[in-house]
């Protein structure tokens, strides 16, 4: 009686701990309140949402097995707001816990609104391109052929909170003594490739990324093609600017008073989500949706020297606000 009272007890305390975490510390990641993902907005919300549902299906399941050694305990819900800005401020009001988000996004969580968040994955593109730059766009049968033929003239960018379809550029052309007309915001690349397509404006910044090892071209403009075949040969890049950091995925700091926990779940995250970029499925949804070939572990340090280019950026930039 002694032996089986005894083994009872020890069989409690060992399993107090783990016990404790989740019932202390799941407050977020239950089924009543998962762990909330927001992507940035894209022209295929539906796509990206679908695809989600094959993201969070693996993350729950890894994630569960690290930190519970169970296929299922720990539980997330994927949404696409409006805008970018939307992402950031959902950090401030606890609507979001982890993001799929653009660096610049990142800047203002970190160093504007001070929200406590972490860079907790790096996005890779292509052939392990760990950087991509804007590119300034026109009409190959407009007047703009130059930067310097951008004087006065109308000009898009993408989102105010866009990395590479604002911040980067406008800066790169106050440095380079450009001095724009009508300045209009077209929220996404697409949008902005459309424009110049059709003449709306004279000239436009959105992303590049150089061309894939077979030589085709993986740009802003590509993503124009099913609805303007024609658009590689119309649209040309006049100007490049400097390469940016990858966008980083994002994870509220303070979504549990336990560090401890806190760092477990950063760590589980991490390492589920860069599981998945290497499945074969995983690999052919990220890169399909975002443009995705990897995820590496990364840290708010990385960021540092990008920080900096972007304090300096956003002074210049306020003139197109």
Known sequence: MFHKTFLS???????????????????IGTKENPLKIMYVPSDDSQGIMESSKNLIQFLEKRVSQILYGADEGFYFKASVPNSYIAVVESFGTARADLAIMNTFGYYLLREEKKFPVEAILRVMRGKGELEYKSQIIARKDSKVKSLSDLNGKKFAFTDPASTSGFVIPSAFLNKAGIDLGEVVFGIK?????????????DAGATYYFPPAEDGKERDARVRVLTQFPDALEKVQVIGYTDAIPNAP?????????????????????????????????GLERLKKEWGITGLVPTTDAEYDEAIAVFKKARELAKKYE
């Open 9 to 27: 007890v020890v069989l409690v305390l060992l399993l107090l701990p783990l016990m404790g975490c989740k019932k202390d510390n799941g407050a």
């Open 189 to 201: 690349h697409d949008a902005v490739v459309t424009m110049v397509y059709q003449g709306q404006v």
């Open 249 to 281: 995925w994002v994870l509220r700091a303070n979504m549990y008073s336990d560090q401890e926990w806190y760092g477990k779940v950063r760590d589980a995250i991490a390492q589920a989500a860069a599981e998945y970029a290497k499945t074969p499925d």
